[in-house]
């Protein structure tokens, strides 16, 4: 049996994809607002009150189908005031820490919120995030983004300085994305329940090797380091299948370990 599908509503955002391009474009259905591509001009209230899946012409009949965004597209689309944790780290950070329902889970910073994105979507129904920052305006940032992803329900924001003790106890999983992710190496101890695990994304080598030492020294067990790399493969009917002359080349070492 299939559900019905559920029409565009204003608020909502959406995707508006090239039917026969690469082109992609996000927006806050809004009544008598219009978007302007290369293509041409789309009215927003053409989409709104059509079913996910439709196809839309410009005034320049250039074609662009209507759906909703994935969980990358939210992530990779949030509205930036810092870095973002990309989804192929945030992914492996979510099944290293076995993020899942009813998962507690600190992150410290808040950053933009794209990690807190794919750890809310986990945690739920029962589950919470705890997510930290010392900058206040990123966080009103990362808040509102979490917001509009309909996440809010599942995220506590709180700021706070790194080495400060977190408030809670027990958690599951910690997640460090600062520049000296070391300094709350302890607080993370102090708050995962045994067996809880620590994860921990870094971009400069000599930060790693502190982070070790110190994660270590404290007492965090399996420790382990890994960097992903991602390479595109361009599936052509008329060319050559072969990779991606680009690729995004490091994004950040990964750190893993262990309360036992
Ligand atoms: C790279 S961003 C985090 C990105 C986030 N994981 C995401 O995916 O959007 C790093 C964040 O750490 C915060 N930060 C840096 N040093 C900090 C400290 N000592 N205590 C608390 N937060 C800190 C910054 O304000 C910034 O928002």
């Known amino acids: 049996m299939t559900s019905e599908p559920q029409p565009f509503a204003p608020g909502e955002r959406i995707m508006l994809q090239e039917t026969d391009g690469h082109h992609a474009f996000m927006v806050e259905l809004t009544p008598g607002r219009t978007l302007h591509t290369h293509g ?7 989409v709104i009150g059509r079913p996910e899946g439709t196809q839309i012409l410009t005034h320049l ?5 209507a759906v909703r965004p994935t969980l990358v597209q ?20 979510a099944l290293e820490l076995g993020v899942g329902p009813g998962s507690r889970v ?4 808040s950053g933009s919120g794209a990690l807190t994105l794919l750890l809310a979507t986990l945690v739920r129904p029962e589950g919470r995030v705890h997510s930290f920052d010392r900058n206040p305006e990123f966080q009103d940032n990362a808040r509102e983004n979490v917001t509009r992803a309909g996440l809010a329900d ?12 977190f408030g809670v106890s027990g958690v599951d999983a910690v997640v460090l994305d600062l520049p000296e992710p070391w300094l709350a190496i302890r607080p993370a101890l102090e708050a995962l329940r045994v067996g809880g695990m620590l994860a921990s994304i870094i971009p400069n080598a000599e930060q790693l090797k502190q982070l070790h030492i110190e994660a270590e020294d404290a007492g ?25 002359e680009r690729m995004i080349g490091f994004t950040g070492y990964l750190l893993f370990g262990r309360k036992r």
């Open 40 to 46: 041409g001009v789309i009215k927003h209230d053409d």
């Open 154 to 165: 599942w995220v506590v924001f709180a700021t706070l300085d790194a080495g400060q003790p």
């Open 74 to 93: 939210r992530m990779m689309k949030v509205k930036r005031r810092t870095q973002i944790i990309y989804p192929k780290e945030a992914a492996r950070i």
């Open 106 to 109: 600190i992150e410290i910073g």
């Open 61 to 65: 009949q250039s074609s662009f189908v």
């Open 220 to 244: 965090f067990k399996d420790l382990r380091v890994i960097e992903i790399l991602e390479r595109e493969i361009l599936v052509r009917r008329r060319e050559g299948v072969r990779p991606s």
